[in-house]
């Protein structure tokens, strides 16, 4: 088969201290084109499509791919490989009937790309949703890379003067941070185990006993409390630290925060909302990181961009096995078949 693998355009305008966040990661390392290349496939690559994350075009070549214009990337590609989901003017460079592959998140998306894509017969996988039922690889590797780096994003918007001057830590004598978790998923425990790794103090909230059980495993020293109103009111209202890990893949995310609880967190409180790719949690949330209600709100749809080479390895190592398995028809594999919001252009999954 012939893949593309365009650049990514991406970029979401942040305040201090993050400023311009532009999507580097790639879904196809030059070790992953050399494996796609030796079964016999032709692997269309755009020009300086790795070059942020650290892979230069003289590695894809090498690895066989053959490097083309952003026009061709999309064009000549029966499968496109992407990382965010593409563009009004990016299905418009789409071959018809093309299958297009990236994180999707299409129950949020605006209709009229929804409909574009629809007309052009394409058919849309979300990595989001690929695995069989209970796994998904792709999503899983993601939201790990975005639990670890909570710690790090939080320091930083802790500090003065952008932050209130808080160190997660604390020292002898002087208590440490307070960070509350919702959602005791991948991404919950894993940014448990590096909140607790940094000696901040730790609340996993969950409404499924299950997930929680699981999350004292592996995140031993946090405290762990089933959700209801009452609680979540009571621990925002003192979290210096507030992590939105709750996510229904394919679905649009609940609203737990509403402006009235919001209004009880400490000034300068900083609210990580990692569900803002499937609309966030809380009522503020929208994309971008600012200050709203005295609550710095960090809403990036594209963490794991933070660390584009980790994250493109990560991708690699977790999509390649199904793509190694695809003859002439990706929809034959089941594990891709499950991630499919559009089949030629007919709504199915979760937008049916």
Request: glycine content about 12%; proline content about 7%; aromatic content about 6%.
């Amino acid at each position: 088969m012939d893949f593309g693998l365009p650049k990514e355009q991406g970029v979401v305008k942040t305040q201090p201290p993050f400023g311009e966040v532009r999507e580097g990661r790639v879904a196809l390392t030059p070790q992953g084109v050399r494996e796609l290349v030796d079964r016999g496939h032709r692997v269309f690559v755009e020009r300086g499509a790795g070059e942020r994350a650290g892979f230069p075009d003289g590695a894809y070549e090498e690895a066989g791919a053959r490097l083309v214009s952003r026009e061709e990337a999309f064009g000549r590609g029966e499968v496109v490989l992407k990382v965010g989901r593409p563009t009004l003017e990016e299905v418009a460079l789409l071959r018809p009937g093309a299958v297009v592959m990236a994180f999707m998140h299409l129950a949020v998306a605006e209709s009229s790309l929804v409909e574009a894509m629809a007309e052009k017969g394409l058919t849309a996988i979300g990595y989001e949703l690929v695995g069989t039922e209970g796994k998904r690889p792709v999503l899983k590797a993601m939201s790990e890379i975005a639990g670890r780096l909570s710690p790090q994003i939080a320091g930083r918007l802790l500090e003065a003067p952008f932050g209130p001057g808080v160190l997660l830590s604390g020292l002898p004598g002087i208590p440490p941070g307070d960070v509350v978790i919702l959602g005791a998923g991948v991404l919950g425990r894993a940014a448990a185990r590096a909140f607790l790794g940094m000696g901040a103090s730790v609340y996993l909230l969950d409404k499924e006993l299950s997930a929680l059980e699981e999350a004292s495993k592996e995140a031993r020293g946090a405290v762990t409390a089933l959700i209801t109103q009452s609680r979540l009111e009571r621990y925002a209202a003192f979290a210096d630290v507030l992590v939105g890990a709750v996510a229904v893949p394919g679905e649009r995310a609940p609203l737990l925060l509403s402006r009235a609880l919001l209004s009880r967190m400490r000034p300068g409180a900083v609210l990580l909302d990692f569900a803002i790719d499937q609309g966030g949690i809380a009522e503020t949330s929208r994309v971008g990181v600012y200050q709203e209600m005295g609550i710095t709100h960090f809403c990036l749809p594209n963490v794991p961009a933070l660390v584009p080479r980790t994250s493109s390895h990560a991708l690699t190592a977790t999509l390649l096995p199904f793509l190694l398995k695809v003859e002439e028809d990706p929809l034959a594999l089941p594990e891709l078949r499950q991630g499919a919001y559009l089949l030629l252009g007919q709504k199915g999954g979760h937008l049916e």
